[in-house]
């Protein structure tokens, strides 16, 4: 079935980086961008940007340019996504998403989230 | 961006009742890309609408999107117990795309 698997929790200190994947099956991986979604302990969602697999063109939302990169690796239907300079402020679940690259769908399908604690 | 803006915080209504809930952009959505999502504790959200109007694949028809411009409705007619929980609105015709701050539905 359709589905979006991601990694692990992940426990990182201050001024470090994490690398969390999103592993997409059962549909065509590069008719769908992946977004990548943010969601601090009791507060709303927030877009951090999306990777088109199919070529791998990005785009960032300013607040995480320069400390967010998401990469694609279609051999194995992953994305990744790496966000350095850790403050505790990025703690928060990390949620992957598709959306269909050529209709109005919206995120249909969302990874289980991947919980990550930034803390000393 | 695109800030949205939604209304009521919170609505405290019973089984069986009809919640509207509303959200508002600072700018006018791109071709009417809105949609609605419901999360519950501990879970991913849900795509419930498309396109200000249109519902996912599987979702109840009492669920019901309307509006366009920068102002965008969802109503839930009747109220089932597994419709409590928080809806948020999010437009991805601009980019990036952004979110409201979401609405709870819970149980009067």
């Known amino acids: 079935q359709v589905q979006l698997v991601q990694s692990g929790a992940e426990v990182k200190k201050p001024g470090a980086s994490v690398r969390v994947s999103c592993k997409a099956s059962?549909?065509?991986?590069?008719?769908?961008?992946i977004y990548w979604v943010r969601q601090a302990p009791g507060q709303g969602l927030e877009c951090m940007g999306l990777?088109?697999?199919?070529?791998?063109?990005?785009s960032y939302a300013q607040k995480f340019r320069g400390r967010v990169t998401m990469t694609t690796d279609t051999s194995t239907t992953t994305v990744y996504m790496e966000l350095s300079s850790l403050r505790s402020e990025d703690t928060a679940v990390y949620y992957c998403?598709?959306?269909?690259?050529?209709?109005?769908?919206?995120?249909?399908?969302w990874g289980p989230g991947t919980m990550l604690t930034v803390s000393s | 961006e695109i800030v949205l803006t939604q209304s009521p915080g919170t609505l405290s209504l019973s089984p069986g009742e009809r919640a509207t809930l509303s959200c508002r952009a600072s700018?006018?959505?791109?071709?009417?890309?809105l949609a609605w999502y419901q999360q519950k504790p501990g879970q991913a959200p849900r795509l419930l609408i498309y396109?200000?109007?249109s519902r996912a694949t599987g979702v109840a028809d009492r669920f019901s999107g309307s509006g366009s411009g920068t102002d965008f409705t969802l109503t839930i007619s009747r109220l089932e117990p597994e419709d409590f929980a928080v809806y948020y609105c999010?437009?991805?015709?601009?980019?990036?795309?952004?979110f409201g701050g979401g609405t709870k539905v819970e149980i009067k």
């Open positions: 998403a598709r959306k269909a690259v050529t209709t109005s769908y919206a995120f249909d399908i």
């Open positions: 059962g549909y065509t991986f590069t008719s769908y961008y």
């Open positions: 990777i088109n697999p199919s070529g791998g063109h990005t």
């Open positions: 700018q006018s959505v791109n071709s009417n890309y």
């Open positions: 396109g200000a109007s």
């Open positions: 999010q437009q991805y015709g601009n980019s990036p795309s952004t």
